[in-house]
């Protein structure tokens, strides 16, 4: 089995060890190597497919077969919200999952079928790239949506949804994503659904992720310290807040900030009882 590496740093984080990374988060006693073993099995049953399947497009429609038709992964319209959506054991087992974890799971069979593909984050939404051997040839599906192609039409919804802007999209918005990236958004997205649910023990654990990832967001730094002190560790929390004033001095938070770090300062101060 492939290495997995236990922080986000590593620069050689591929697509399928970040996501068990992340997995790992909640489920620390993950069975990686099934995790693994599952996704090869259905990548070899793809690679039996294309013998004769040498286009893009051709490929794109036994990956749908195999994986939609066949085995019954489909975006969870009801769960959006629902944290396992964010976590690839869980939506292998579950067959459920959202754009960002089901490219992860498309992605890494067709690569072991011998397909080209990638992951690529398109304004809040992920789709796969199948490149042909040709080059330039490559056709874009929706793993949310039973994988159908997406045009440019689609794509030009996608982009006006998310920034107004009804224009087909440059090229450079349809470039693969790397480990680091899909690993930086499925941490994101478990920050919101945390912090919505006040969940700190999880949150912190993401944030944590989050900083030795990001190193030059400070907002995460700030962040994690805002949730420490809420959690009752004033020493961490002051260490925090006061490394975000340091790298961010003219944010627009930056006198609350002081604030708390004053606040905390008087509770080391005071005298025990």
Same mark, same amino acid.
């Given at each position: 089995?492939?290495?997995?590496?236990?922080?986000?740093?590593?620069?050689?984080?591929?697509?399928?060890?970040?996501?068990?990374?992340?997995?790992?988060?909640?489920?620390?006693?993950?069975?990686?190597?099934?995790?693994?073993?599952?996704?090869?099995?259905?990548?070899?049953?793809?690679?039996?497919?294309?013998?004769?399947?040498?286009?893009?497009?051709?490929?794109?429609?036994?990956?749908?077969?195999?994986?939609?038709?066949?085995?019954?992964?489909?975006?969870?319209?009801?769960?959006?919200?629902?944290? /396992?959506?964010?976590?690839?054991?869980?939506? !292998?087992?579950?067959? @459920? #999952?959202?754009?960002?974890? $089901?490219? &992860? %799971?498309?992605?890494?069979?067709?690569?072991?079928?011998?397909?080209?593909?990638?992951?690529?984050?398109?304004?809040?939404?992920?789709?796969?790239?199948?490149?042909?051997?040709?080059?330039?040839?490559?056709?874009?599906?929706?793993?949310?949506?039973?994988?159908?192609?997406?045009?440019?039409?689609?794509?030009?919804?996608?982009?006006?949804?998310?920034?107004?802007?009804?224009?087909?999209?440059?090229?450079?918005?349809?470039?693969?994503?790397?480990?680091?990236?899909?690993?930086? /958004?499925?941490?994101?997205?478990?920050?919101? !659904?945390?912090?919505? @649910? #006040?969940?700190?023990?999880? $949150?912190? &654990? %993401?944030?944590?992720?989050?900083?030795?990832?990001?190193?030059?967001?400070?907002?995460?730094?700030?962040?994690?310290?805002?949730?420490?002190?809420?959690?009752?560790?004033?020493?961490?929390?002051?260490?925090?807040?006061?490394?975000?004033?340091?790298?961010?001095?003219?944010?627009?938070?930056?006198?609350?900030?002081?604030?708390?770090?004053?606040?905390?300062?008087?509770?080391?101060?005071?005298?025990?009882?």
């Amino acid at each position: 089995m492939r290495h997995i590496p236990d922080r986000v740093t590593d620069r050689g984080l591929d697509l399928l060890g970040g996501a068990l990374l992340v997995a790992r988060n909640e489920y620390p006693n993950l069975d990686e190597a099934a995790v693994v073993r599952e996704i090869d099995a259905l990548g070899a049953t793809l690679a039996l497919r294309l013998a004769d399947r040498p286009t893009a497009e051709a490929q794109a429609r036994e990956l749908a077969r195999l994986l939609v038709d066949e085995e019954g992964f489909c975006g969870d319209e009801t769960g959006y919200r629902d944290a /396992r959506n964010s976590y690839v054991n869980d939506v !292998l087992a579950r067959r @459920r #999952g959202i754009p960002i974890t $089901l490219s &992860v %799971v498309w992605v890494e069979v067709a690569r072991r079928a011998g397909i080209a593909a990638s992951s690529v984050p398109f304004h809040g939404y992920f789709l796969v790239r199948l490149d042909g051997p040709k080059p330039g040839s490559r056709v874009l599906v929706d793993p949310c949506s039973h994988g159908r192609v997406v045009t440019d039409s689609t794509l030009v919804r996608l982009r006006a949804a998310s920034t107004g802007a009804s224009i087909v999209p440059d090229e450079r918005e349809l470039a693969p994503a790397d480990g680091r990236v899909v690993v930086v /958004r499925l941490l994101l997205n478990l920050r919101s !659904l945390h912090a919505a @649910r #006040g969940d700190y023990s999880r $949150l912190l &654990v %993401v944030l944590d992720r989050l900083v030795d990832l990001l190193p030059g967001s400070p907002e995460q730094l700030r962040d994690r310290g805002l949730v420490t002190a809420r959690m009752g560790a004033p020493l961490a929390a002051r260490a925090d807040l006061e490394e975000y004033v340091r790298l961010a001095p003219r944010a627009d938070d930056v006198d609350h900030v002081r604030r708390v770090i004053a606040r905390l300062a008087e509770r080391d101060d005071a005298p025990a009882s």
